[in-house]
């Protein structure tokens, strides 16, 4: 069964820098959505992403984050300037439509960002 | 805003007893209601899902229906075995142009031999 991969597994950053956590959708998958979820709290959505640009964002998703799709595989999360509170697992997900509602998305494993 | 309530964890139970874990939901509209499970060291992965009311949303034992009247989506299990010990996430998609989930806290089931 075809899956949603995310690298790295782990990342760990000083406070201020910059990462790029990374993910392959599965390939004919045309909506892309990054979520996190802080440590003992629940999933939350940042970012949905289509035809090449975003289509929805949450009032977490700030100048700070920023999304990409540099060719036709990848889907890239950058955090700019890291801050601690920024410490989160970071799910990947993609689907294959957007508007009916009943098709789910798929998640990759997550990406787990400790900033130090 | 739309929004989903799960029952406090963790959740611990012997093997082979009657699981329900308990999910609400507030949204406009006619959500899709879904239930997520997390193993482990693993990624969320779909364990089931409804569309609509009444539908029943079944998979690996376990199932939930889709309760338009009281706005849940209970999940529920006749008889959980140690290996379905995980974090269960209720979501609802409100069926957006974006078609984002929204998760309830996550509920822990511990099962134990």
């Known amino acids: 069964e075809p899956e949603v991969t995310q690298t790295p597994s782990h990342q760990v950053t000083q406070m201020g820098q910059e990462v790029i956590l990374r993910c392959v959708p599965i390939?004919?998958?045309?909506?892309f959505y990054w979520y996190r979820q802080i440590l003992g709290q629940k999933v939350e959505f940042l970012v949905s992403?289509?035809?090449?640009?975003?289509?929805?964002k949450s009032e977490i998703f700030d100048d700070q984050f920023s999304v990409e799709r540099p060719d036709g595989s990848n889907f890239t999360l950058k955090i700019r300037s890291t801050k601690l509170e920024d410490s989160a697992m970071y799910f990947c997900?993609?689907?294959?439509?957007?508007?009916?509602?009943?098709?789910?998305?798929?998640f990759g494993d997550g990406t787990r960002l400790s900033i130090l | 805003g739309n929004s989903v309530t799960q029952m406090e964890g963790p959740v611990t139970l012997s093997e082979e007893a009657f699981l329900t874990i308990n999910c609400t939901y507030t949204?406009?509209?006619?959500?899709?209601l879904f239930w997520y499970v997390q193993y482990p060291g693993e990624g969320l992965q779909l364990l089931l899902k409804?569309?609509?009311?009444?539908d029943k949303g079944s998979n690996k034992g376990f199932e939930a229906t889709y309760r338009k009247e009281t706005t849940s989506f209970h999940l529920e299990k006749g008889s959980v075995q140690v290996s379905d010990s995980a974090v269960y996430f209720c979501?609802?998609?409100?069926?957006?142009?974006?078609?984002?989930?929204?998760f309830g806290t996550g509920t822990l089931l511990a099962v134990q031999p």
């Open positions: 997900a993609s689907g294959a439509t957007g508007g009916e509602s009943n098709q789910p998305q798929h």
């Open positions: 390939s004919n998958h045309l909506y």
């Open positions: 992403f289509y035809n090449n640009e975003i289509s929805e």
């Open positions: 949204a406009t509209g006619y959500p899709s």
């Open positions: 409804a569309t609509k009311a009444d």
């Open positions: 979501a609802l998609s409100d069926g957006g142009a974006t078609n984002k989930l929204i």
